[in-house]
């Protein structure tokens, strides 16, 4: 445990440095952006407004300069101000957070919900293997943002009541909570849908494996013997054997699905880190884009983390004879 807690930590030091590096490497000056961003030539800044900028933000100084000062701010929870949106990153973040972690939080639990169901159904059906093995095959290798490109022109645009983009109605006077609510599930069910289908694939064949690995075990034989269900077989027997590489592959999965977030929310213009890494990566916002990518990267070690945790506390558990 402890071998594997100095490998993540390894890589969350070179995930970190490479994070402050690779931005600084984009060709452009961030204040050319942001002083563009208007369209208007004469709002552009002066070589002297430029000079203070960088002053004020710190890029002026050499490299291991401003990787001390940015370290020594992201102990203290100060990740910088955005020069983008001329804000705290933190303040950026902590608004945008909400939205991709509950689009990421659906779309896992229900992948894994999809997965599960269909591999048990394909398994107790070959004729639904037949059907749904090459469809996921074929579905595993498409990119998240062409699903989401897909669900806009096929099934959102023709549709009078699926919104195409947003996470709620602009100027919208709600009644009620549940209408608000309501409102914001709706706005969701695109990206939803479309993360849904990246990950779905990747549960589906751990999950069928798995399976297909426990139908021949003997104790299964043998709970069919005593004139057990099949519910309390699939849940008692089949499903609690095979939990420990579904659990790895959900947890797993985080990457994709923080990749897949961040691709798919562009597509349908969806208020979550996608939109702000964007319009970083755009406007070269060097604190920002380090915040996006940090932020992201310690979800995927955290879930690295809590699935060899899970995965240990699973495989303690004794077999059902």
């Not at 452009?28 to 000079?51: H, I, M, N, R």
């Not at 993360?195 to 798995?210: E, I, K």
Request: charged fraction near 15%.
């Amino acid at each position: 445990m402890k071998r594997k807690l100095l490998m993540l930590l390894g890589a969350f030091v070179v995930i970190y440095l490479l994070n402050f590096a690779i931005p600084r490497l984009m060709p452009g000056d961030p204040f050319d952006y942001t002083s563009s961003a208007a369209g208007d030539d004469a709002l552009a800044y002066s070589q002297e407004q430029k000079e203070i900028l960088r002053a004020y933000y710190g890029l002026d100084q050499p490299l291991l300069q401003q990787l001390e000062r940015t370290l020594a701010g992201n102990l203290r929870g100060d990740f910088g101000q955005s020069i983008h949106y001329k804000r705290p990153v933190t303040d950026v973040l902590g608004q945008r957070l909400p939205w991709s972690l509950w689009i990421m939080g659906a779309s896992l639990v229900l992948s894994l919900v999809f997965g599960v169901m269909l591999a048990l159904w394909c398994i107790r059906c070959r004729g639904a293997d037949r059907v749904f093995f090459p469809v996921l095959s074929f579905l595993a290798e498409i990119p998240p943002f062409l699903i989401g490109v897909l669900l806009l022109f096929l099934v959102a645009a023709p549709s009078d009541w699926i919104p195409l983009s947003g996470a709620y109605t602009a100027f919208a006077h709600y009644q009620s909570l549940w209408q608000q609510v309501g409102d914001v599930l709706l706005h969701s069910l695109m990206p939803v849908c479309a993360l849904t289908g990246v990950l779905t694939p990747g549960l589906y064949f751990t999950a069928r494996a798995s399976f297909l690995e426990i139908t021949g075990r003997p104790y299964l034989l043998n709970a069919r013997a005593k004139g057990l269900g099949e519910g309390r077989i699939c849940l008692r027997y089949i499903l609690r054997n095979a939990a420990t590489p579904i659990v790895a592959k959900l947890f797993l999965s985080v990457g994709g699905a923080v990749g897949g977030t961040l691709l798919i929310e562009n597509v349908f213009s969806y208020p979550g880190l996608g939109t702000v890494l964007q319009e970083a990566v755009q406007y070269r916002d060097y604190p920002m884009i380090q915040g996006v990518f940090l932020l992201s990267s310690v979800l995927v070690l955290l879930s690295l983390a809590a699935a060899d945790l899970v995965n240990r506390r699973l495989d303690r558990e004794e077999e059902p004879v």
